[in-house]
């Protein structure tokens, strides 16, 4: 298993923090010194899992992107980002009865990454491919706005060369809006039209 993140200490040493503590990974460079920092879910306040996660089996090959249309509003302070991360994973878990929320990854408007399921589980976002791909929602409704550029760039620059150098997605992978794939809105007009000048889109 690859790493997924590393820690910088210096510009020359770089320990990659492995799903199997690995030493000989120690002080040879990582493949994945490019991760932008996650909020971890102790970060965000998350409730723990329920029931037994299924484990996805790397690399996958789709990215699906979605906006959690509610709540409407980009959040533009951690603090902010933080409570609508607690307030989606509620209405997943308590509403919808699901085990967790059900996006792989969420970017706030500030310009964090969220862990929601993370790297290493399947999510529930995208119907009938949650096992083939990872869910990555911006919060915000974007039908007739885009999301900020920090956060636009955070997916297509950022996240896109840290998921595939740590493993997590296939160098060719394809990226879909969620409408493309489930007969659904998401993720608005505004932002579907824009990913489809993106890498990796596809019809
Ligand atoms: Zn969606």
Redesign the pocket.
């Known amino acids: 298993r690859q790493n997924l993140s590393c820690l910088s200490l210096t510009p020359f040493v770089t320990v990659c923090l492995c799903a199997n503590t690995n030493l000989t990974f120690i002080f040879f460079s990582c493949l994945c010194t490019d991760c932008p920092q996650v909020i971890s879910r102790c970060q965000w306040g998350a409730q723990p899992f329920r029931g037994t996660p299924i484990p996805l089996s790397l690399p996958l090959p789709f990215l699906?992107?979605?906006?959690t249309?509610n709540p409407s509003e980009p959040c533009l302070t951690f603090e902010k980002c933080a409570s609508d991360m607690r307030a989606i994973q509620r209405y997943h878990q308590d509403e919808r009865g699901w085990s967790d929320i059900g996006y792989s990854f969420v970017i706030g408007s500030e310009g964090h990454i969220f862990e929601g399921r993370g790297w290493e589980i399947q999510g529930r976002?995208?119907k009938g491919h949650n096992s083939i791909g990872y869910?990555v929602?911006v919060i915000g409704n974007y039908n007739s706005t885009l999301p900020s550029v920090e956060a636009m760039d955070l997916i297509r620059h950022r996240f896109y060369q840290c998921a595939v150098d740590g493993g997590g997605l296939m160098a060719n992978f394809t990226l879909h809006g969620?409408?493309q794939v489930?007969a659904?809105d998401?993720?608005g007009d505004a932002f579907f039209e824009e990913i489809k000048t993106w890498e990796h889109f596809r019809d």
């Open positions: 699906y992107i979605h906006h249309e976002h995208t869910g929602s969620h409408r489930v659904t998401c993720p």
